[in-house]
T-cell receptor, first 113, second 109 residues
Framework: NAGVTQTPKFRILKIGQSMTLQCTQD?????MYWYRQDPGMGLKLIYY???????DKGEVPNGYNVSRSTTEDFPLRLELAAPSQTSVYFC????????????FGDGTRLSIL | KQEVTQIPAALSVPEGENLVLNCSFT??????LQWFRQDPGKGLTSLLL?????REQTSGRLNASLDKSSGRSTLYIAASQPGDSATYLC????????FGKGTKLTVNP
């Protein structure tokens, strides 16, 4: 069981560069989520998707974009990277929002210098 | 706006002690509450999920309770072990998942 797989695990970007964080799940989950975790600040929701072709903003969407062309994949795109986007990014998935546990990937540690 | 608070922020106990971690939330209109464990440099592992209609859930040495009316949940860990050392996060699920900042637990041998 692979569960939720995130790539890359680590990345260093220069200010202004762009990149895509990959997330894929093999559990046929409907819901997928992107969070960022900053030291001492807990997790904040960036974007989420309730199914292929449907995405919606979370609490901190500025500077990010997502797409959901398949049930399995939910990539997160950073355009014009800024130091404030230095963080650990987690992807998660679940069958539904209510009543079902969320499964998390191991995270992508991103530094913007 | 839903806010989730976890107290204490850090806790250090000797091995074998029973302990309680606290989680409070401001809006009682939730679907369920989930407790997670996070090891350093790792993702989150789901420990227990309590439906809004339930009062508690148990898994092994872990017991989580939920009191929606007072906006509180507790995670009870019995006979703590050094391997329990981790950060424990609670999250409430209403329209979205809202996380607390976590309690960092250290169990000393």
């Amino acid at each position: 069981n692979a569960g939720v797989t995130q790539t890359p695990k680590f990345r260093i970007l220069k200010i202004g560069q762009s990149m895509t964080l990959q997330c894929t799940q093999d559990m046929n989950h409907n819901y997928m989520y992107w969070y960022r975790q900053d030291p001492g600040m807990g997790l904040k929701l960036i974007y989420y998707s309730v199914g292929a072709g449907i995405t919606d903003k979370g609490e901190v969407p500025n500077g990010y974009n997502v797409s959901r062309s398949t049930t399995e994949d939910f990539p997160l795109r950073l355009e014009l990277a800024a130091p404030s986007q230095t963080s650990v990014y987690f992807c998660a998935s679940s069958y539904f929002l209510q009543g079902q546990p969320q499964h998390f990937g191991d995270g992508t540690r991103l530094s913007i210098l | 706006k839903q806010e989730v608070t976890q107290i204490p922020a850090a806790l250090s106990v000797p091995e074998g002690e029973n302990l309680v971690l606290n989680c409070s939330f401001t809006d009682s209109a939730i679907y369920n509450l989930q407790w997670f464990r996070q090891d350093p440099g790792k993702g989150l592992t789901s420990l227990l999920l309590i439906q809004s209609s339930q009062r508690e859930q148990t898994s092994g040495r872990l017991n989580a309770s939920l009191d929606k009316s007072s906006g509180r949940s507790t995670l009870y860990i019995a006979a703590s072990q050094p391997g329990d050392s981790a950060t424990y996060l609670c999250a409430v699920i209403s329209e979205k998942l809202v996380f607390g900042k976590g309690t960092k637990l250290t169990v000393n041998p």
